[in-house]
């Protein structure tokens, strides 16, 4: 039998959702009295919340893993939670035997009673439902970040892109009670956080699946915008398709809404769209961008493209490439296809030669470093707010990020760590700017 852990690890792989789900099992374990280490070779509990989106990200958690298996650490308890866990349930433990428990993402409340599990019958197990069903304490959460936090207000997904695994290792869309979302909202406001970040894999669907609450997305916005106390609101992902006018309006209306939009393309062919299951096509895509510009002026916007999907021709890339250059996104997050299993893109032939996805995926992210380099040259001379999260590397300069997720870097005090800044603009080197502040925006609390 293994004895009971008095320290713990954590490593997150994936997306912002999985973070804030490892501080919430950070925080469960704290409650249990264990304490947390920096190093994983200190550690008697060691956790890996796991991502599965694409085939390098599994490939990084099994390596890890084979590599622990031939440390001979009998009394080191070793749990995979997060999209891994639902993605290979048991054959997890086949494979990794010196795993002691496997926990899917709709399981993350069972954390405890898996481990008294394991500590009295020394039974190793794996739990990964379908469908969330138990609302996790995210109030409890160990956050690691005292200004910017994540507020999870819809899990799952239900549009079924063929190349994604996420509907299945998160399962159907389940909202967040708005009550639920505005308390923890107002607690961390109190304690002090200057932005929120509501997370979901579409926050636009946030409601549909709860007709009877009769509160959409633009609703939650309006009520949050509210207590934010002169502090600022952003929300990832949301599927194109669900970018609603009264969400554009929200946007341009409610003072604590980044003008920053994550829209994400995935690729500029309709036809691959279509393949996809986009339910977009490239002309009802770039409409949307355009109404929420002219109702938003200086929106930035942000993508995630996906190149080499099968059957994407040469021809159809350029449409990626054209749709790029179009739309100019402030940010873009480029992947080349990864054939996942049980997705129905797995049925057809991944028949784009890797280095041929690979060249689309340079040519893709140089034009899209040329017009971030343009953007940001526009944007010297202006004034922006950053929330002051830190001293850079040097120790030199504070540095922090504008509304529209730009890294600054300025002098000043520490005392302003933790506060909204003005800072006008006057450099840049890569994706950082240099700037000088301005008179204070906000008192320093
Ligand atoms: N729910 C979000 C993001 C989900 S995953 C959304 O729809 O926008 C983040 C990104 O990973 C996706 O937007 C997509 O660009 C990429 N991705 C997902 N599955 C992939 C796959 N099989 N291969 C390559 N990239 C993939
Ligand atoms: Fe995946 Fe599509 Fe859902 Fe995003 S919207 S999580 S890409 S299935
Ligand atoms: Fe990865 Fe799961 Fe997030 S697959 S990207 S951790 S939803």
């Not at 958690?61 to 298996?69: A, H, N, R, S």
């Not at 409601?207 to 207590?227: A, M, V």
């Amino acid at each position: 039998m293994k004895k009971s852990p008095k320290t713990f690890y954590t490593r997150t792989y994936g997306c912002q959702m999985n973070e804030l789900d490892t501080e919430v099992m950070s925080g469960m374990l704290l409650r249990r009295g264990l304490r947390p280490v920096e190093d994983e070779e200190s550690a008697d509990l060691l956790i890996f919340n796991t991502c599965s989106i694409r085939d390098l990200a599994e490939r990084k958690v099994m390596g890890k893993l084979g590599q622990l298996g031939r440390q001979k650490r009998p009394n080191r308890i070793i749990g995979v939670t997060g999209c891994m866990a639902n993605a290979k349930k048991d054959r997890l433990l086949q494979k990794m035997p010196h795993v002691d428990f496997v926990l899917g993402t709709n399981n993350l409340h069972d954390l405890d009673v898996v481990l008294d599990e394991l500590l009295h019958t020394g039974l190793k197990t794996v739990h990964t439902d379908e469908t969330f069903t138990q609302e996790l304490n995210y109030i409890g959460a160990n956050r690691k970040d005292p200004y910017r936090g994540f507020v999870s207000i819809i899990r799952g997904c239900d549009k079924y892109c063929t190349y994604c695994v996420v509907p299945y290792t998160r399962g159907p869309e389940v909202s967040r009670p708005m009550n639920h979302i505005l308390e923890e909202c107002r607690n961390l406001v109190a304690a002090g956080y200057k932005e929120i970040t509501l997370l979901g894999q579409n926050v636009n669907s946030y409601g549909n699946d709860r007709p009877t609450w009769n509160s959409r997305f633009h609703d939650l916005l309006y009520e949050l915008d509210k207590i934010m106390e002169g502090g600022r609101i952003r929300f990832l992902t949301s599927h194109p398709v669900d970018i609603t006018r009264e969400l554009m309006e929200a946007i341009r209306d409610l003072p604590s809404l980044c003008e920053h939009v994550h829209f994400p393309l995935q690729a500029g062919s309709s036809r691959v769209l279509r393949k996809m299951h986009r339910i977009y096509t490239k002309e009802e895509y770039l409409d949307k961008v355009a109404a929420l510009r002219s109702l938003v002026p200086g929106v930035e916007l942000g993508t995630d493209m996906i190149v080499g999907f099968p059957t994407e021709t040469e021809e159809e890339f350029e449409e990626t490439m054209e749709a790029m250059r179009l739309v100019r996104y402030a940010t873009a997050f480029l992947y080349t296809y990864s054939p996942r299993r049980g997705t129905p893109a797995m049925r057809w032939a991944d028949d784009v030669p890797l280095e041929v996805k690979e060249a689309r995926h340079k040519r893709l992210l140089s034009l899209h470093q040329e017009i971030s380099a343009e953007l940001m040259g526009a944007m010297l001379g202006s004034e922006v707010e950053v929330l002051v999260e830190r001293k850079n590397r040097d120790g030199t300069h504070l540095k922090g990020l504008t509304r529209c997720w730009r890294n600054v870097i300025f002098e000043g005090p520490d005392a302003l760590i933790g506060s909204l800044q003005k800072v006008r603009l006057h450099s840049f080197s890569h994706n950082t700017f240099i700037g000088e502040r301005q008179t204070p925006l906000r008192q320093v609390s």
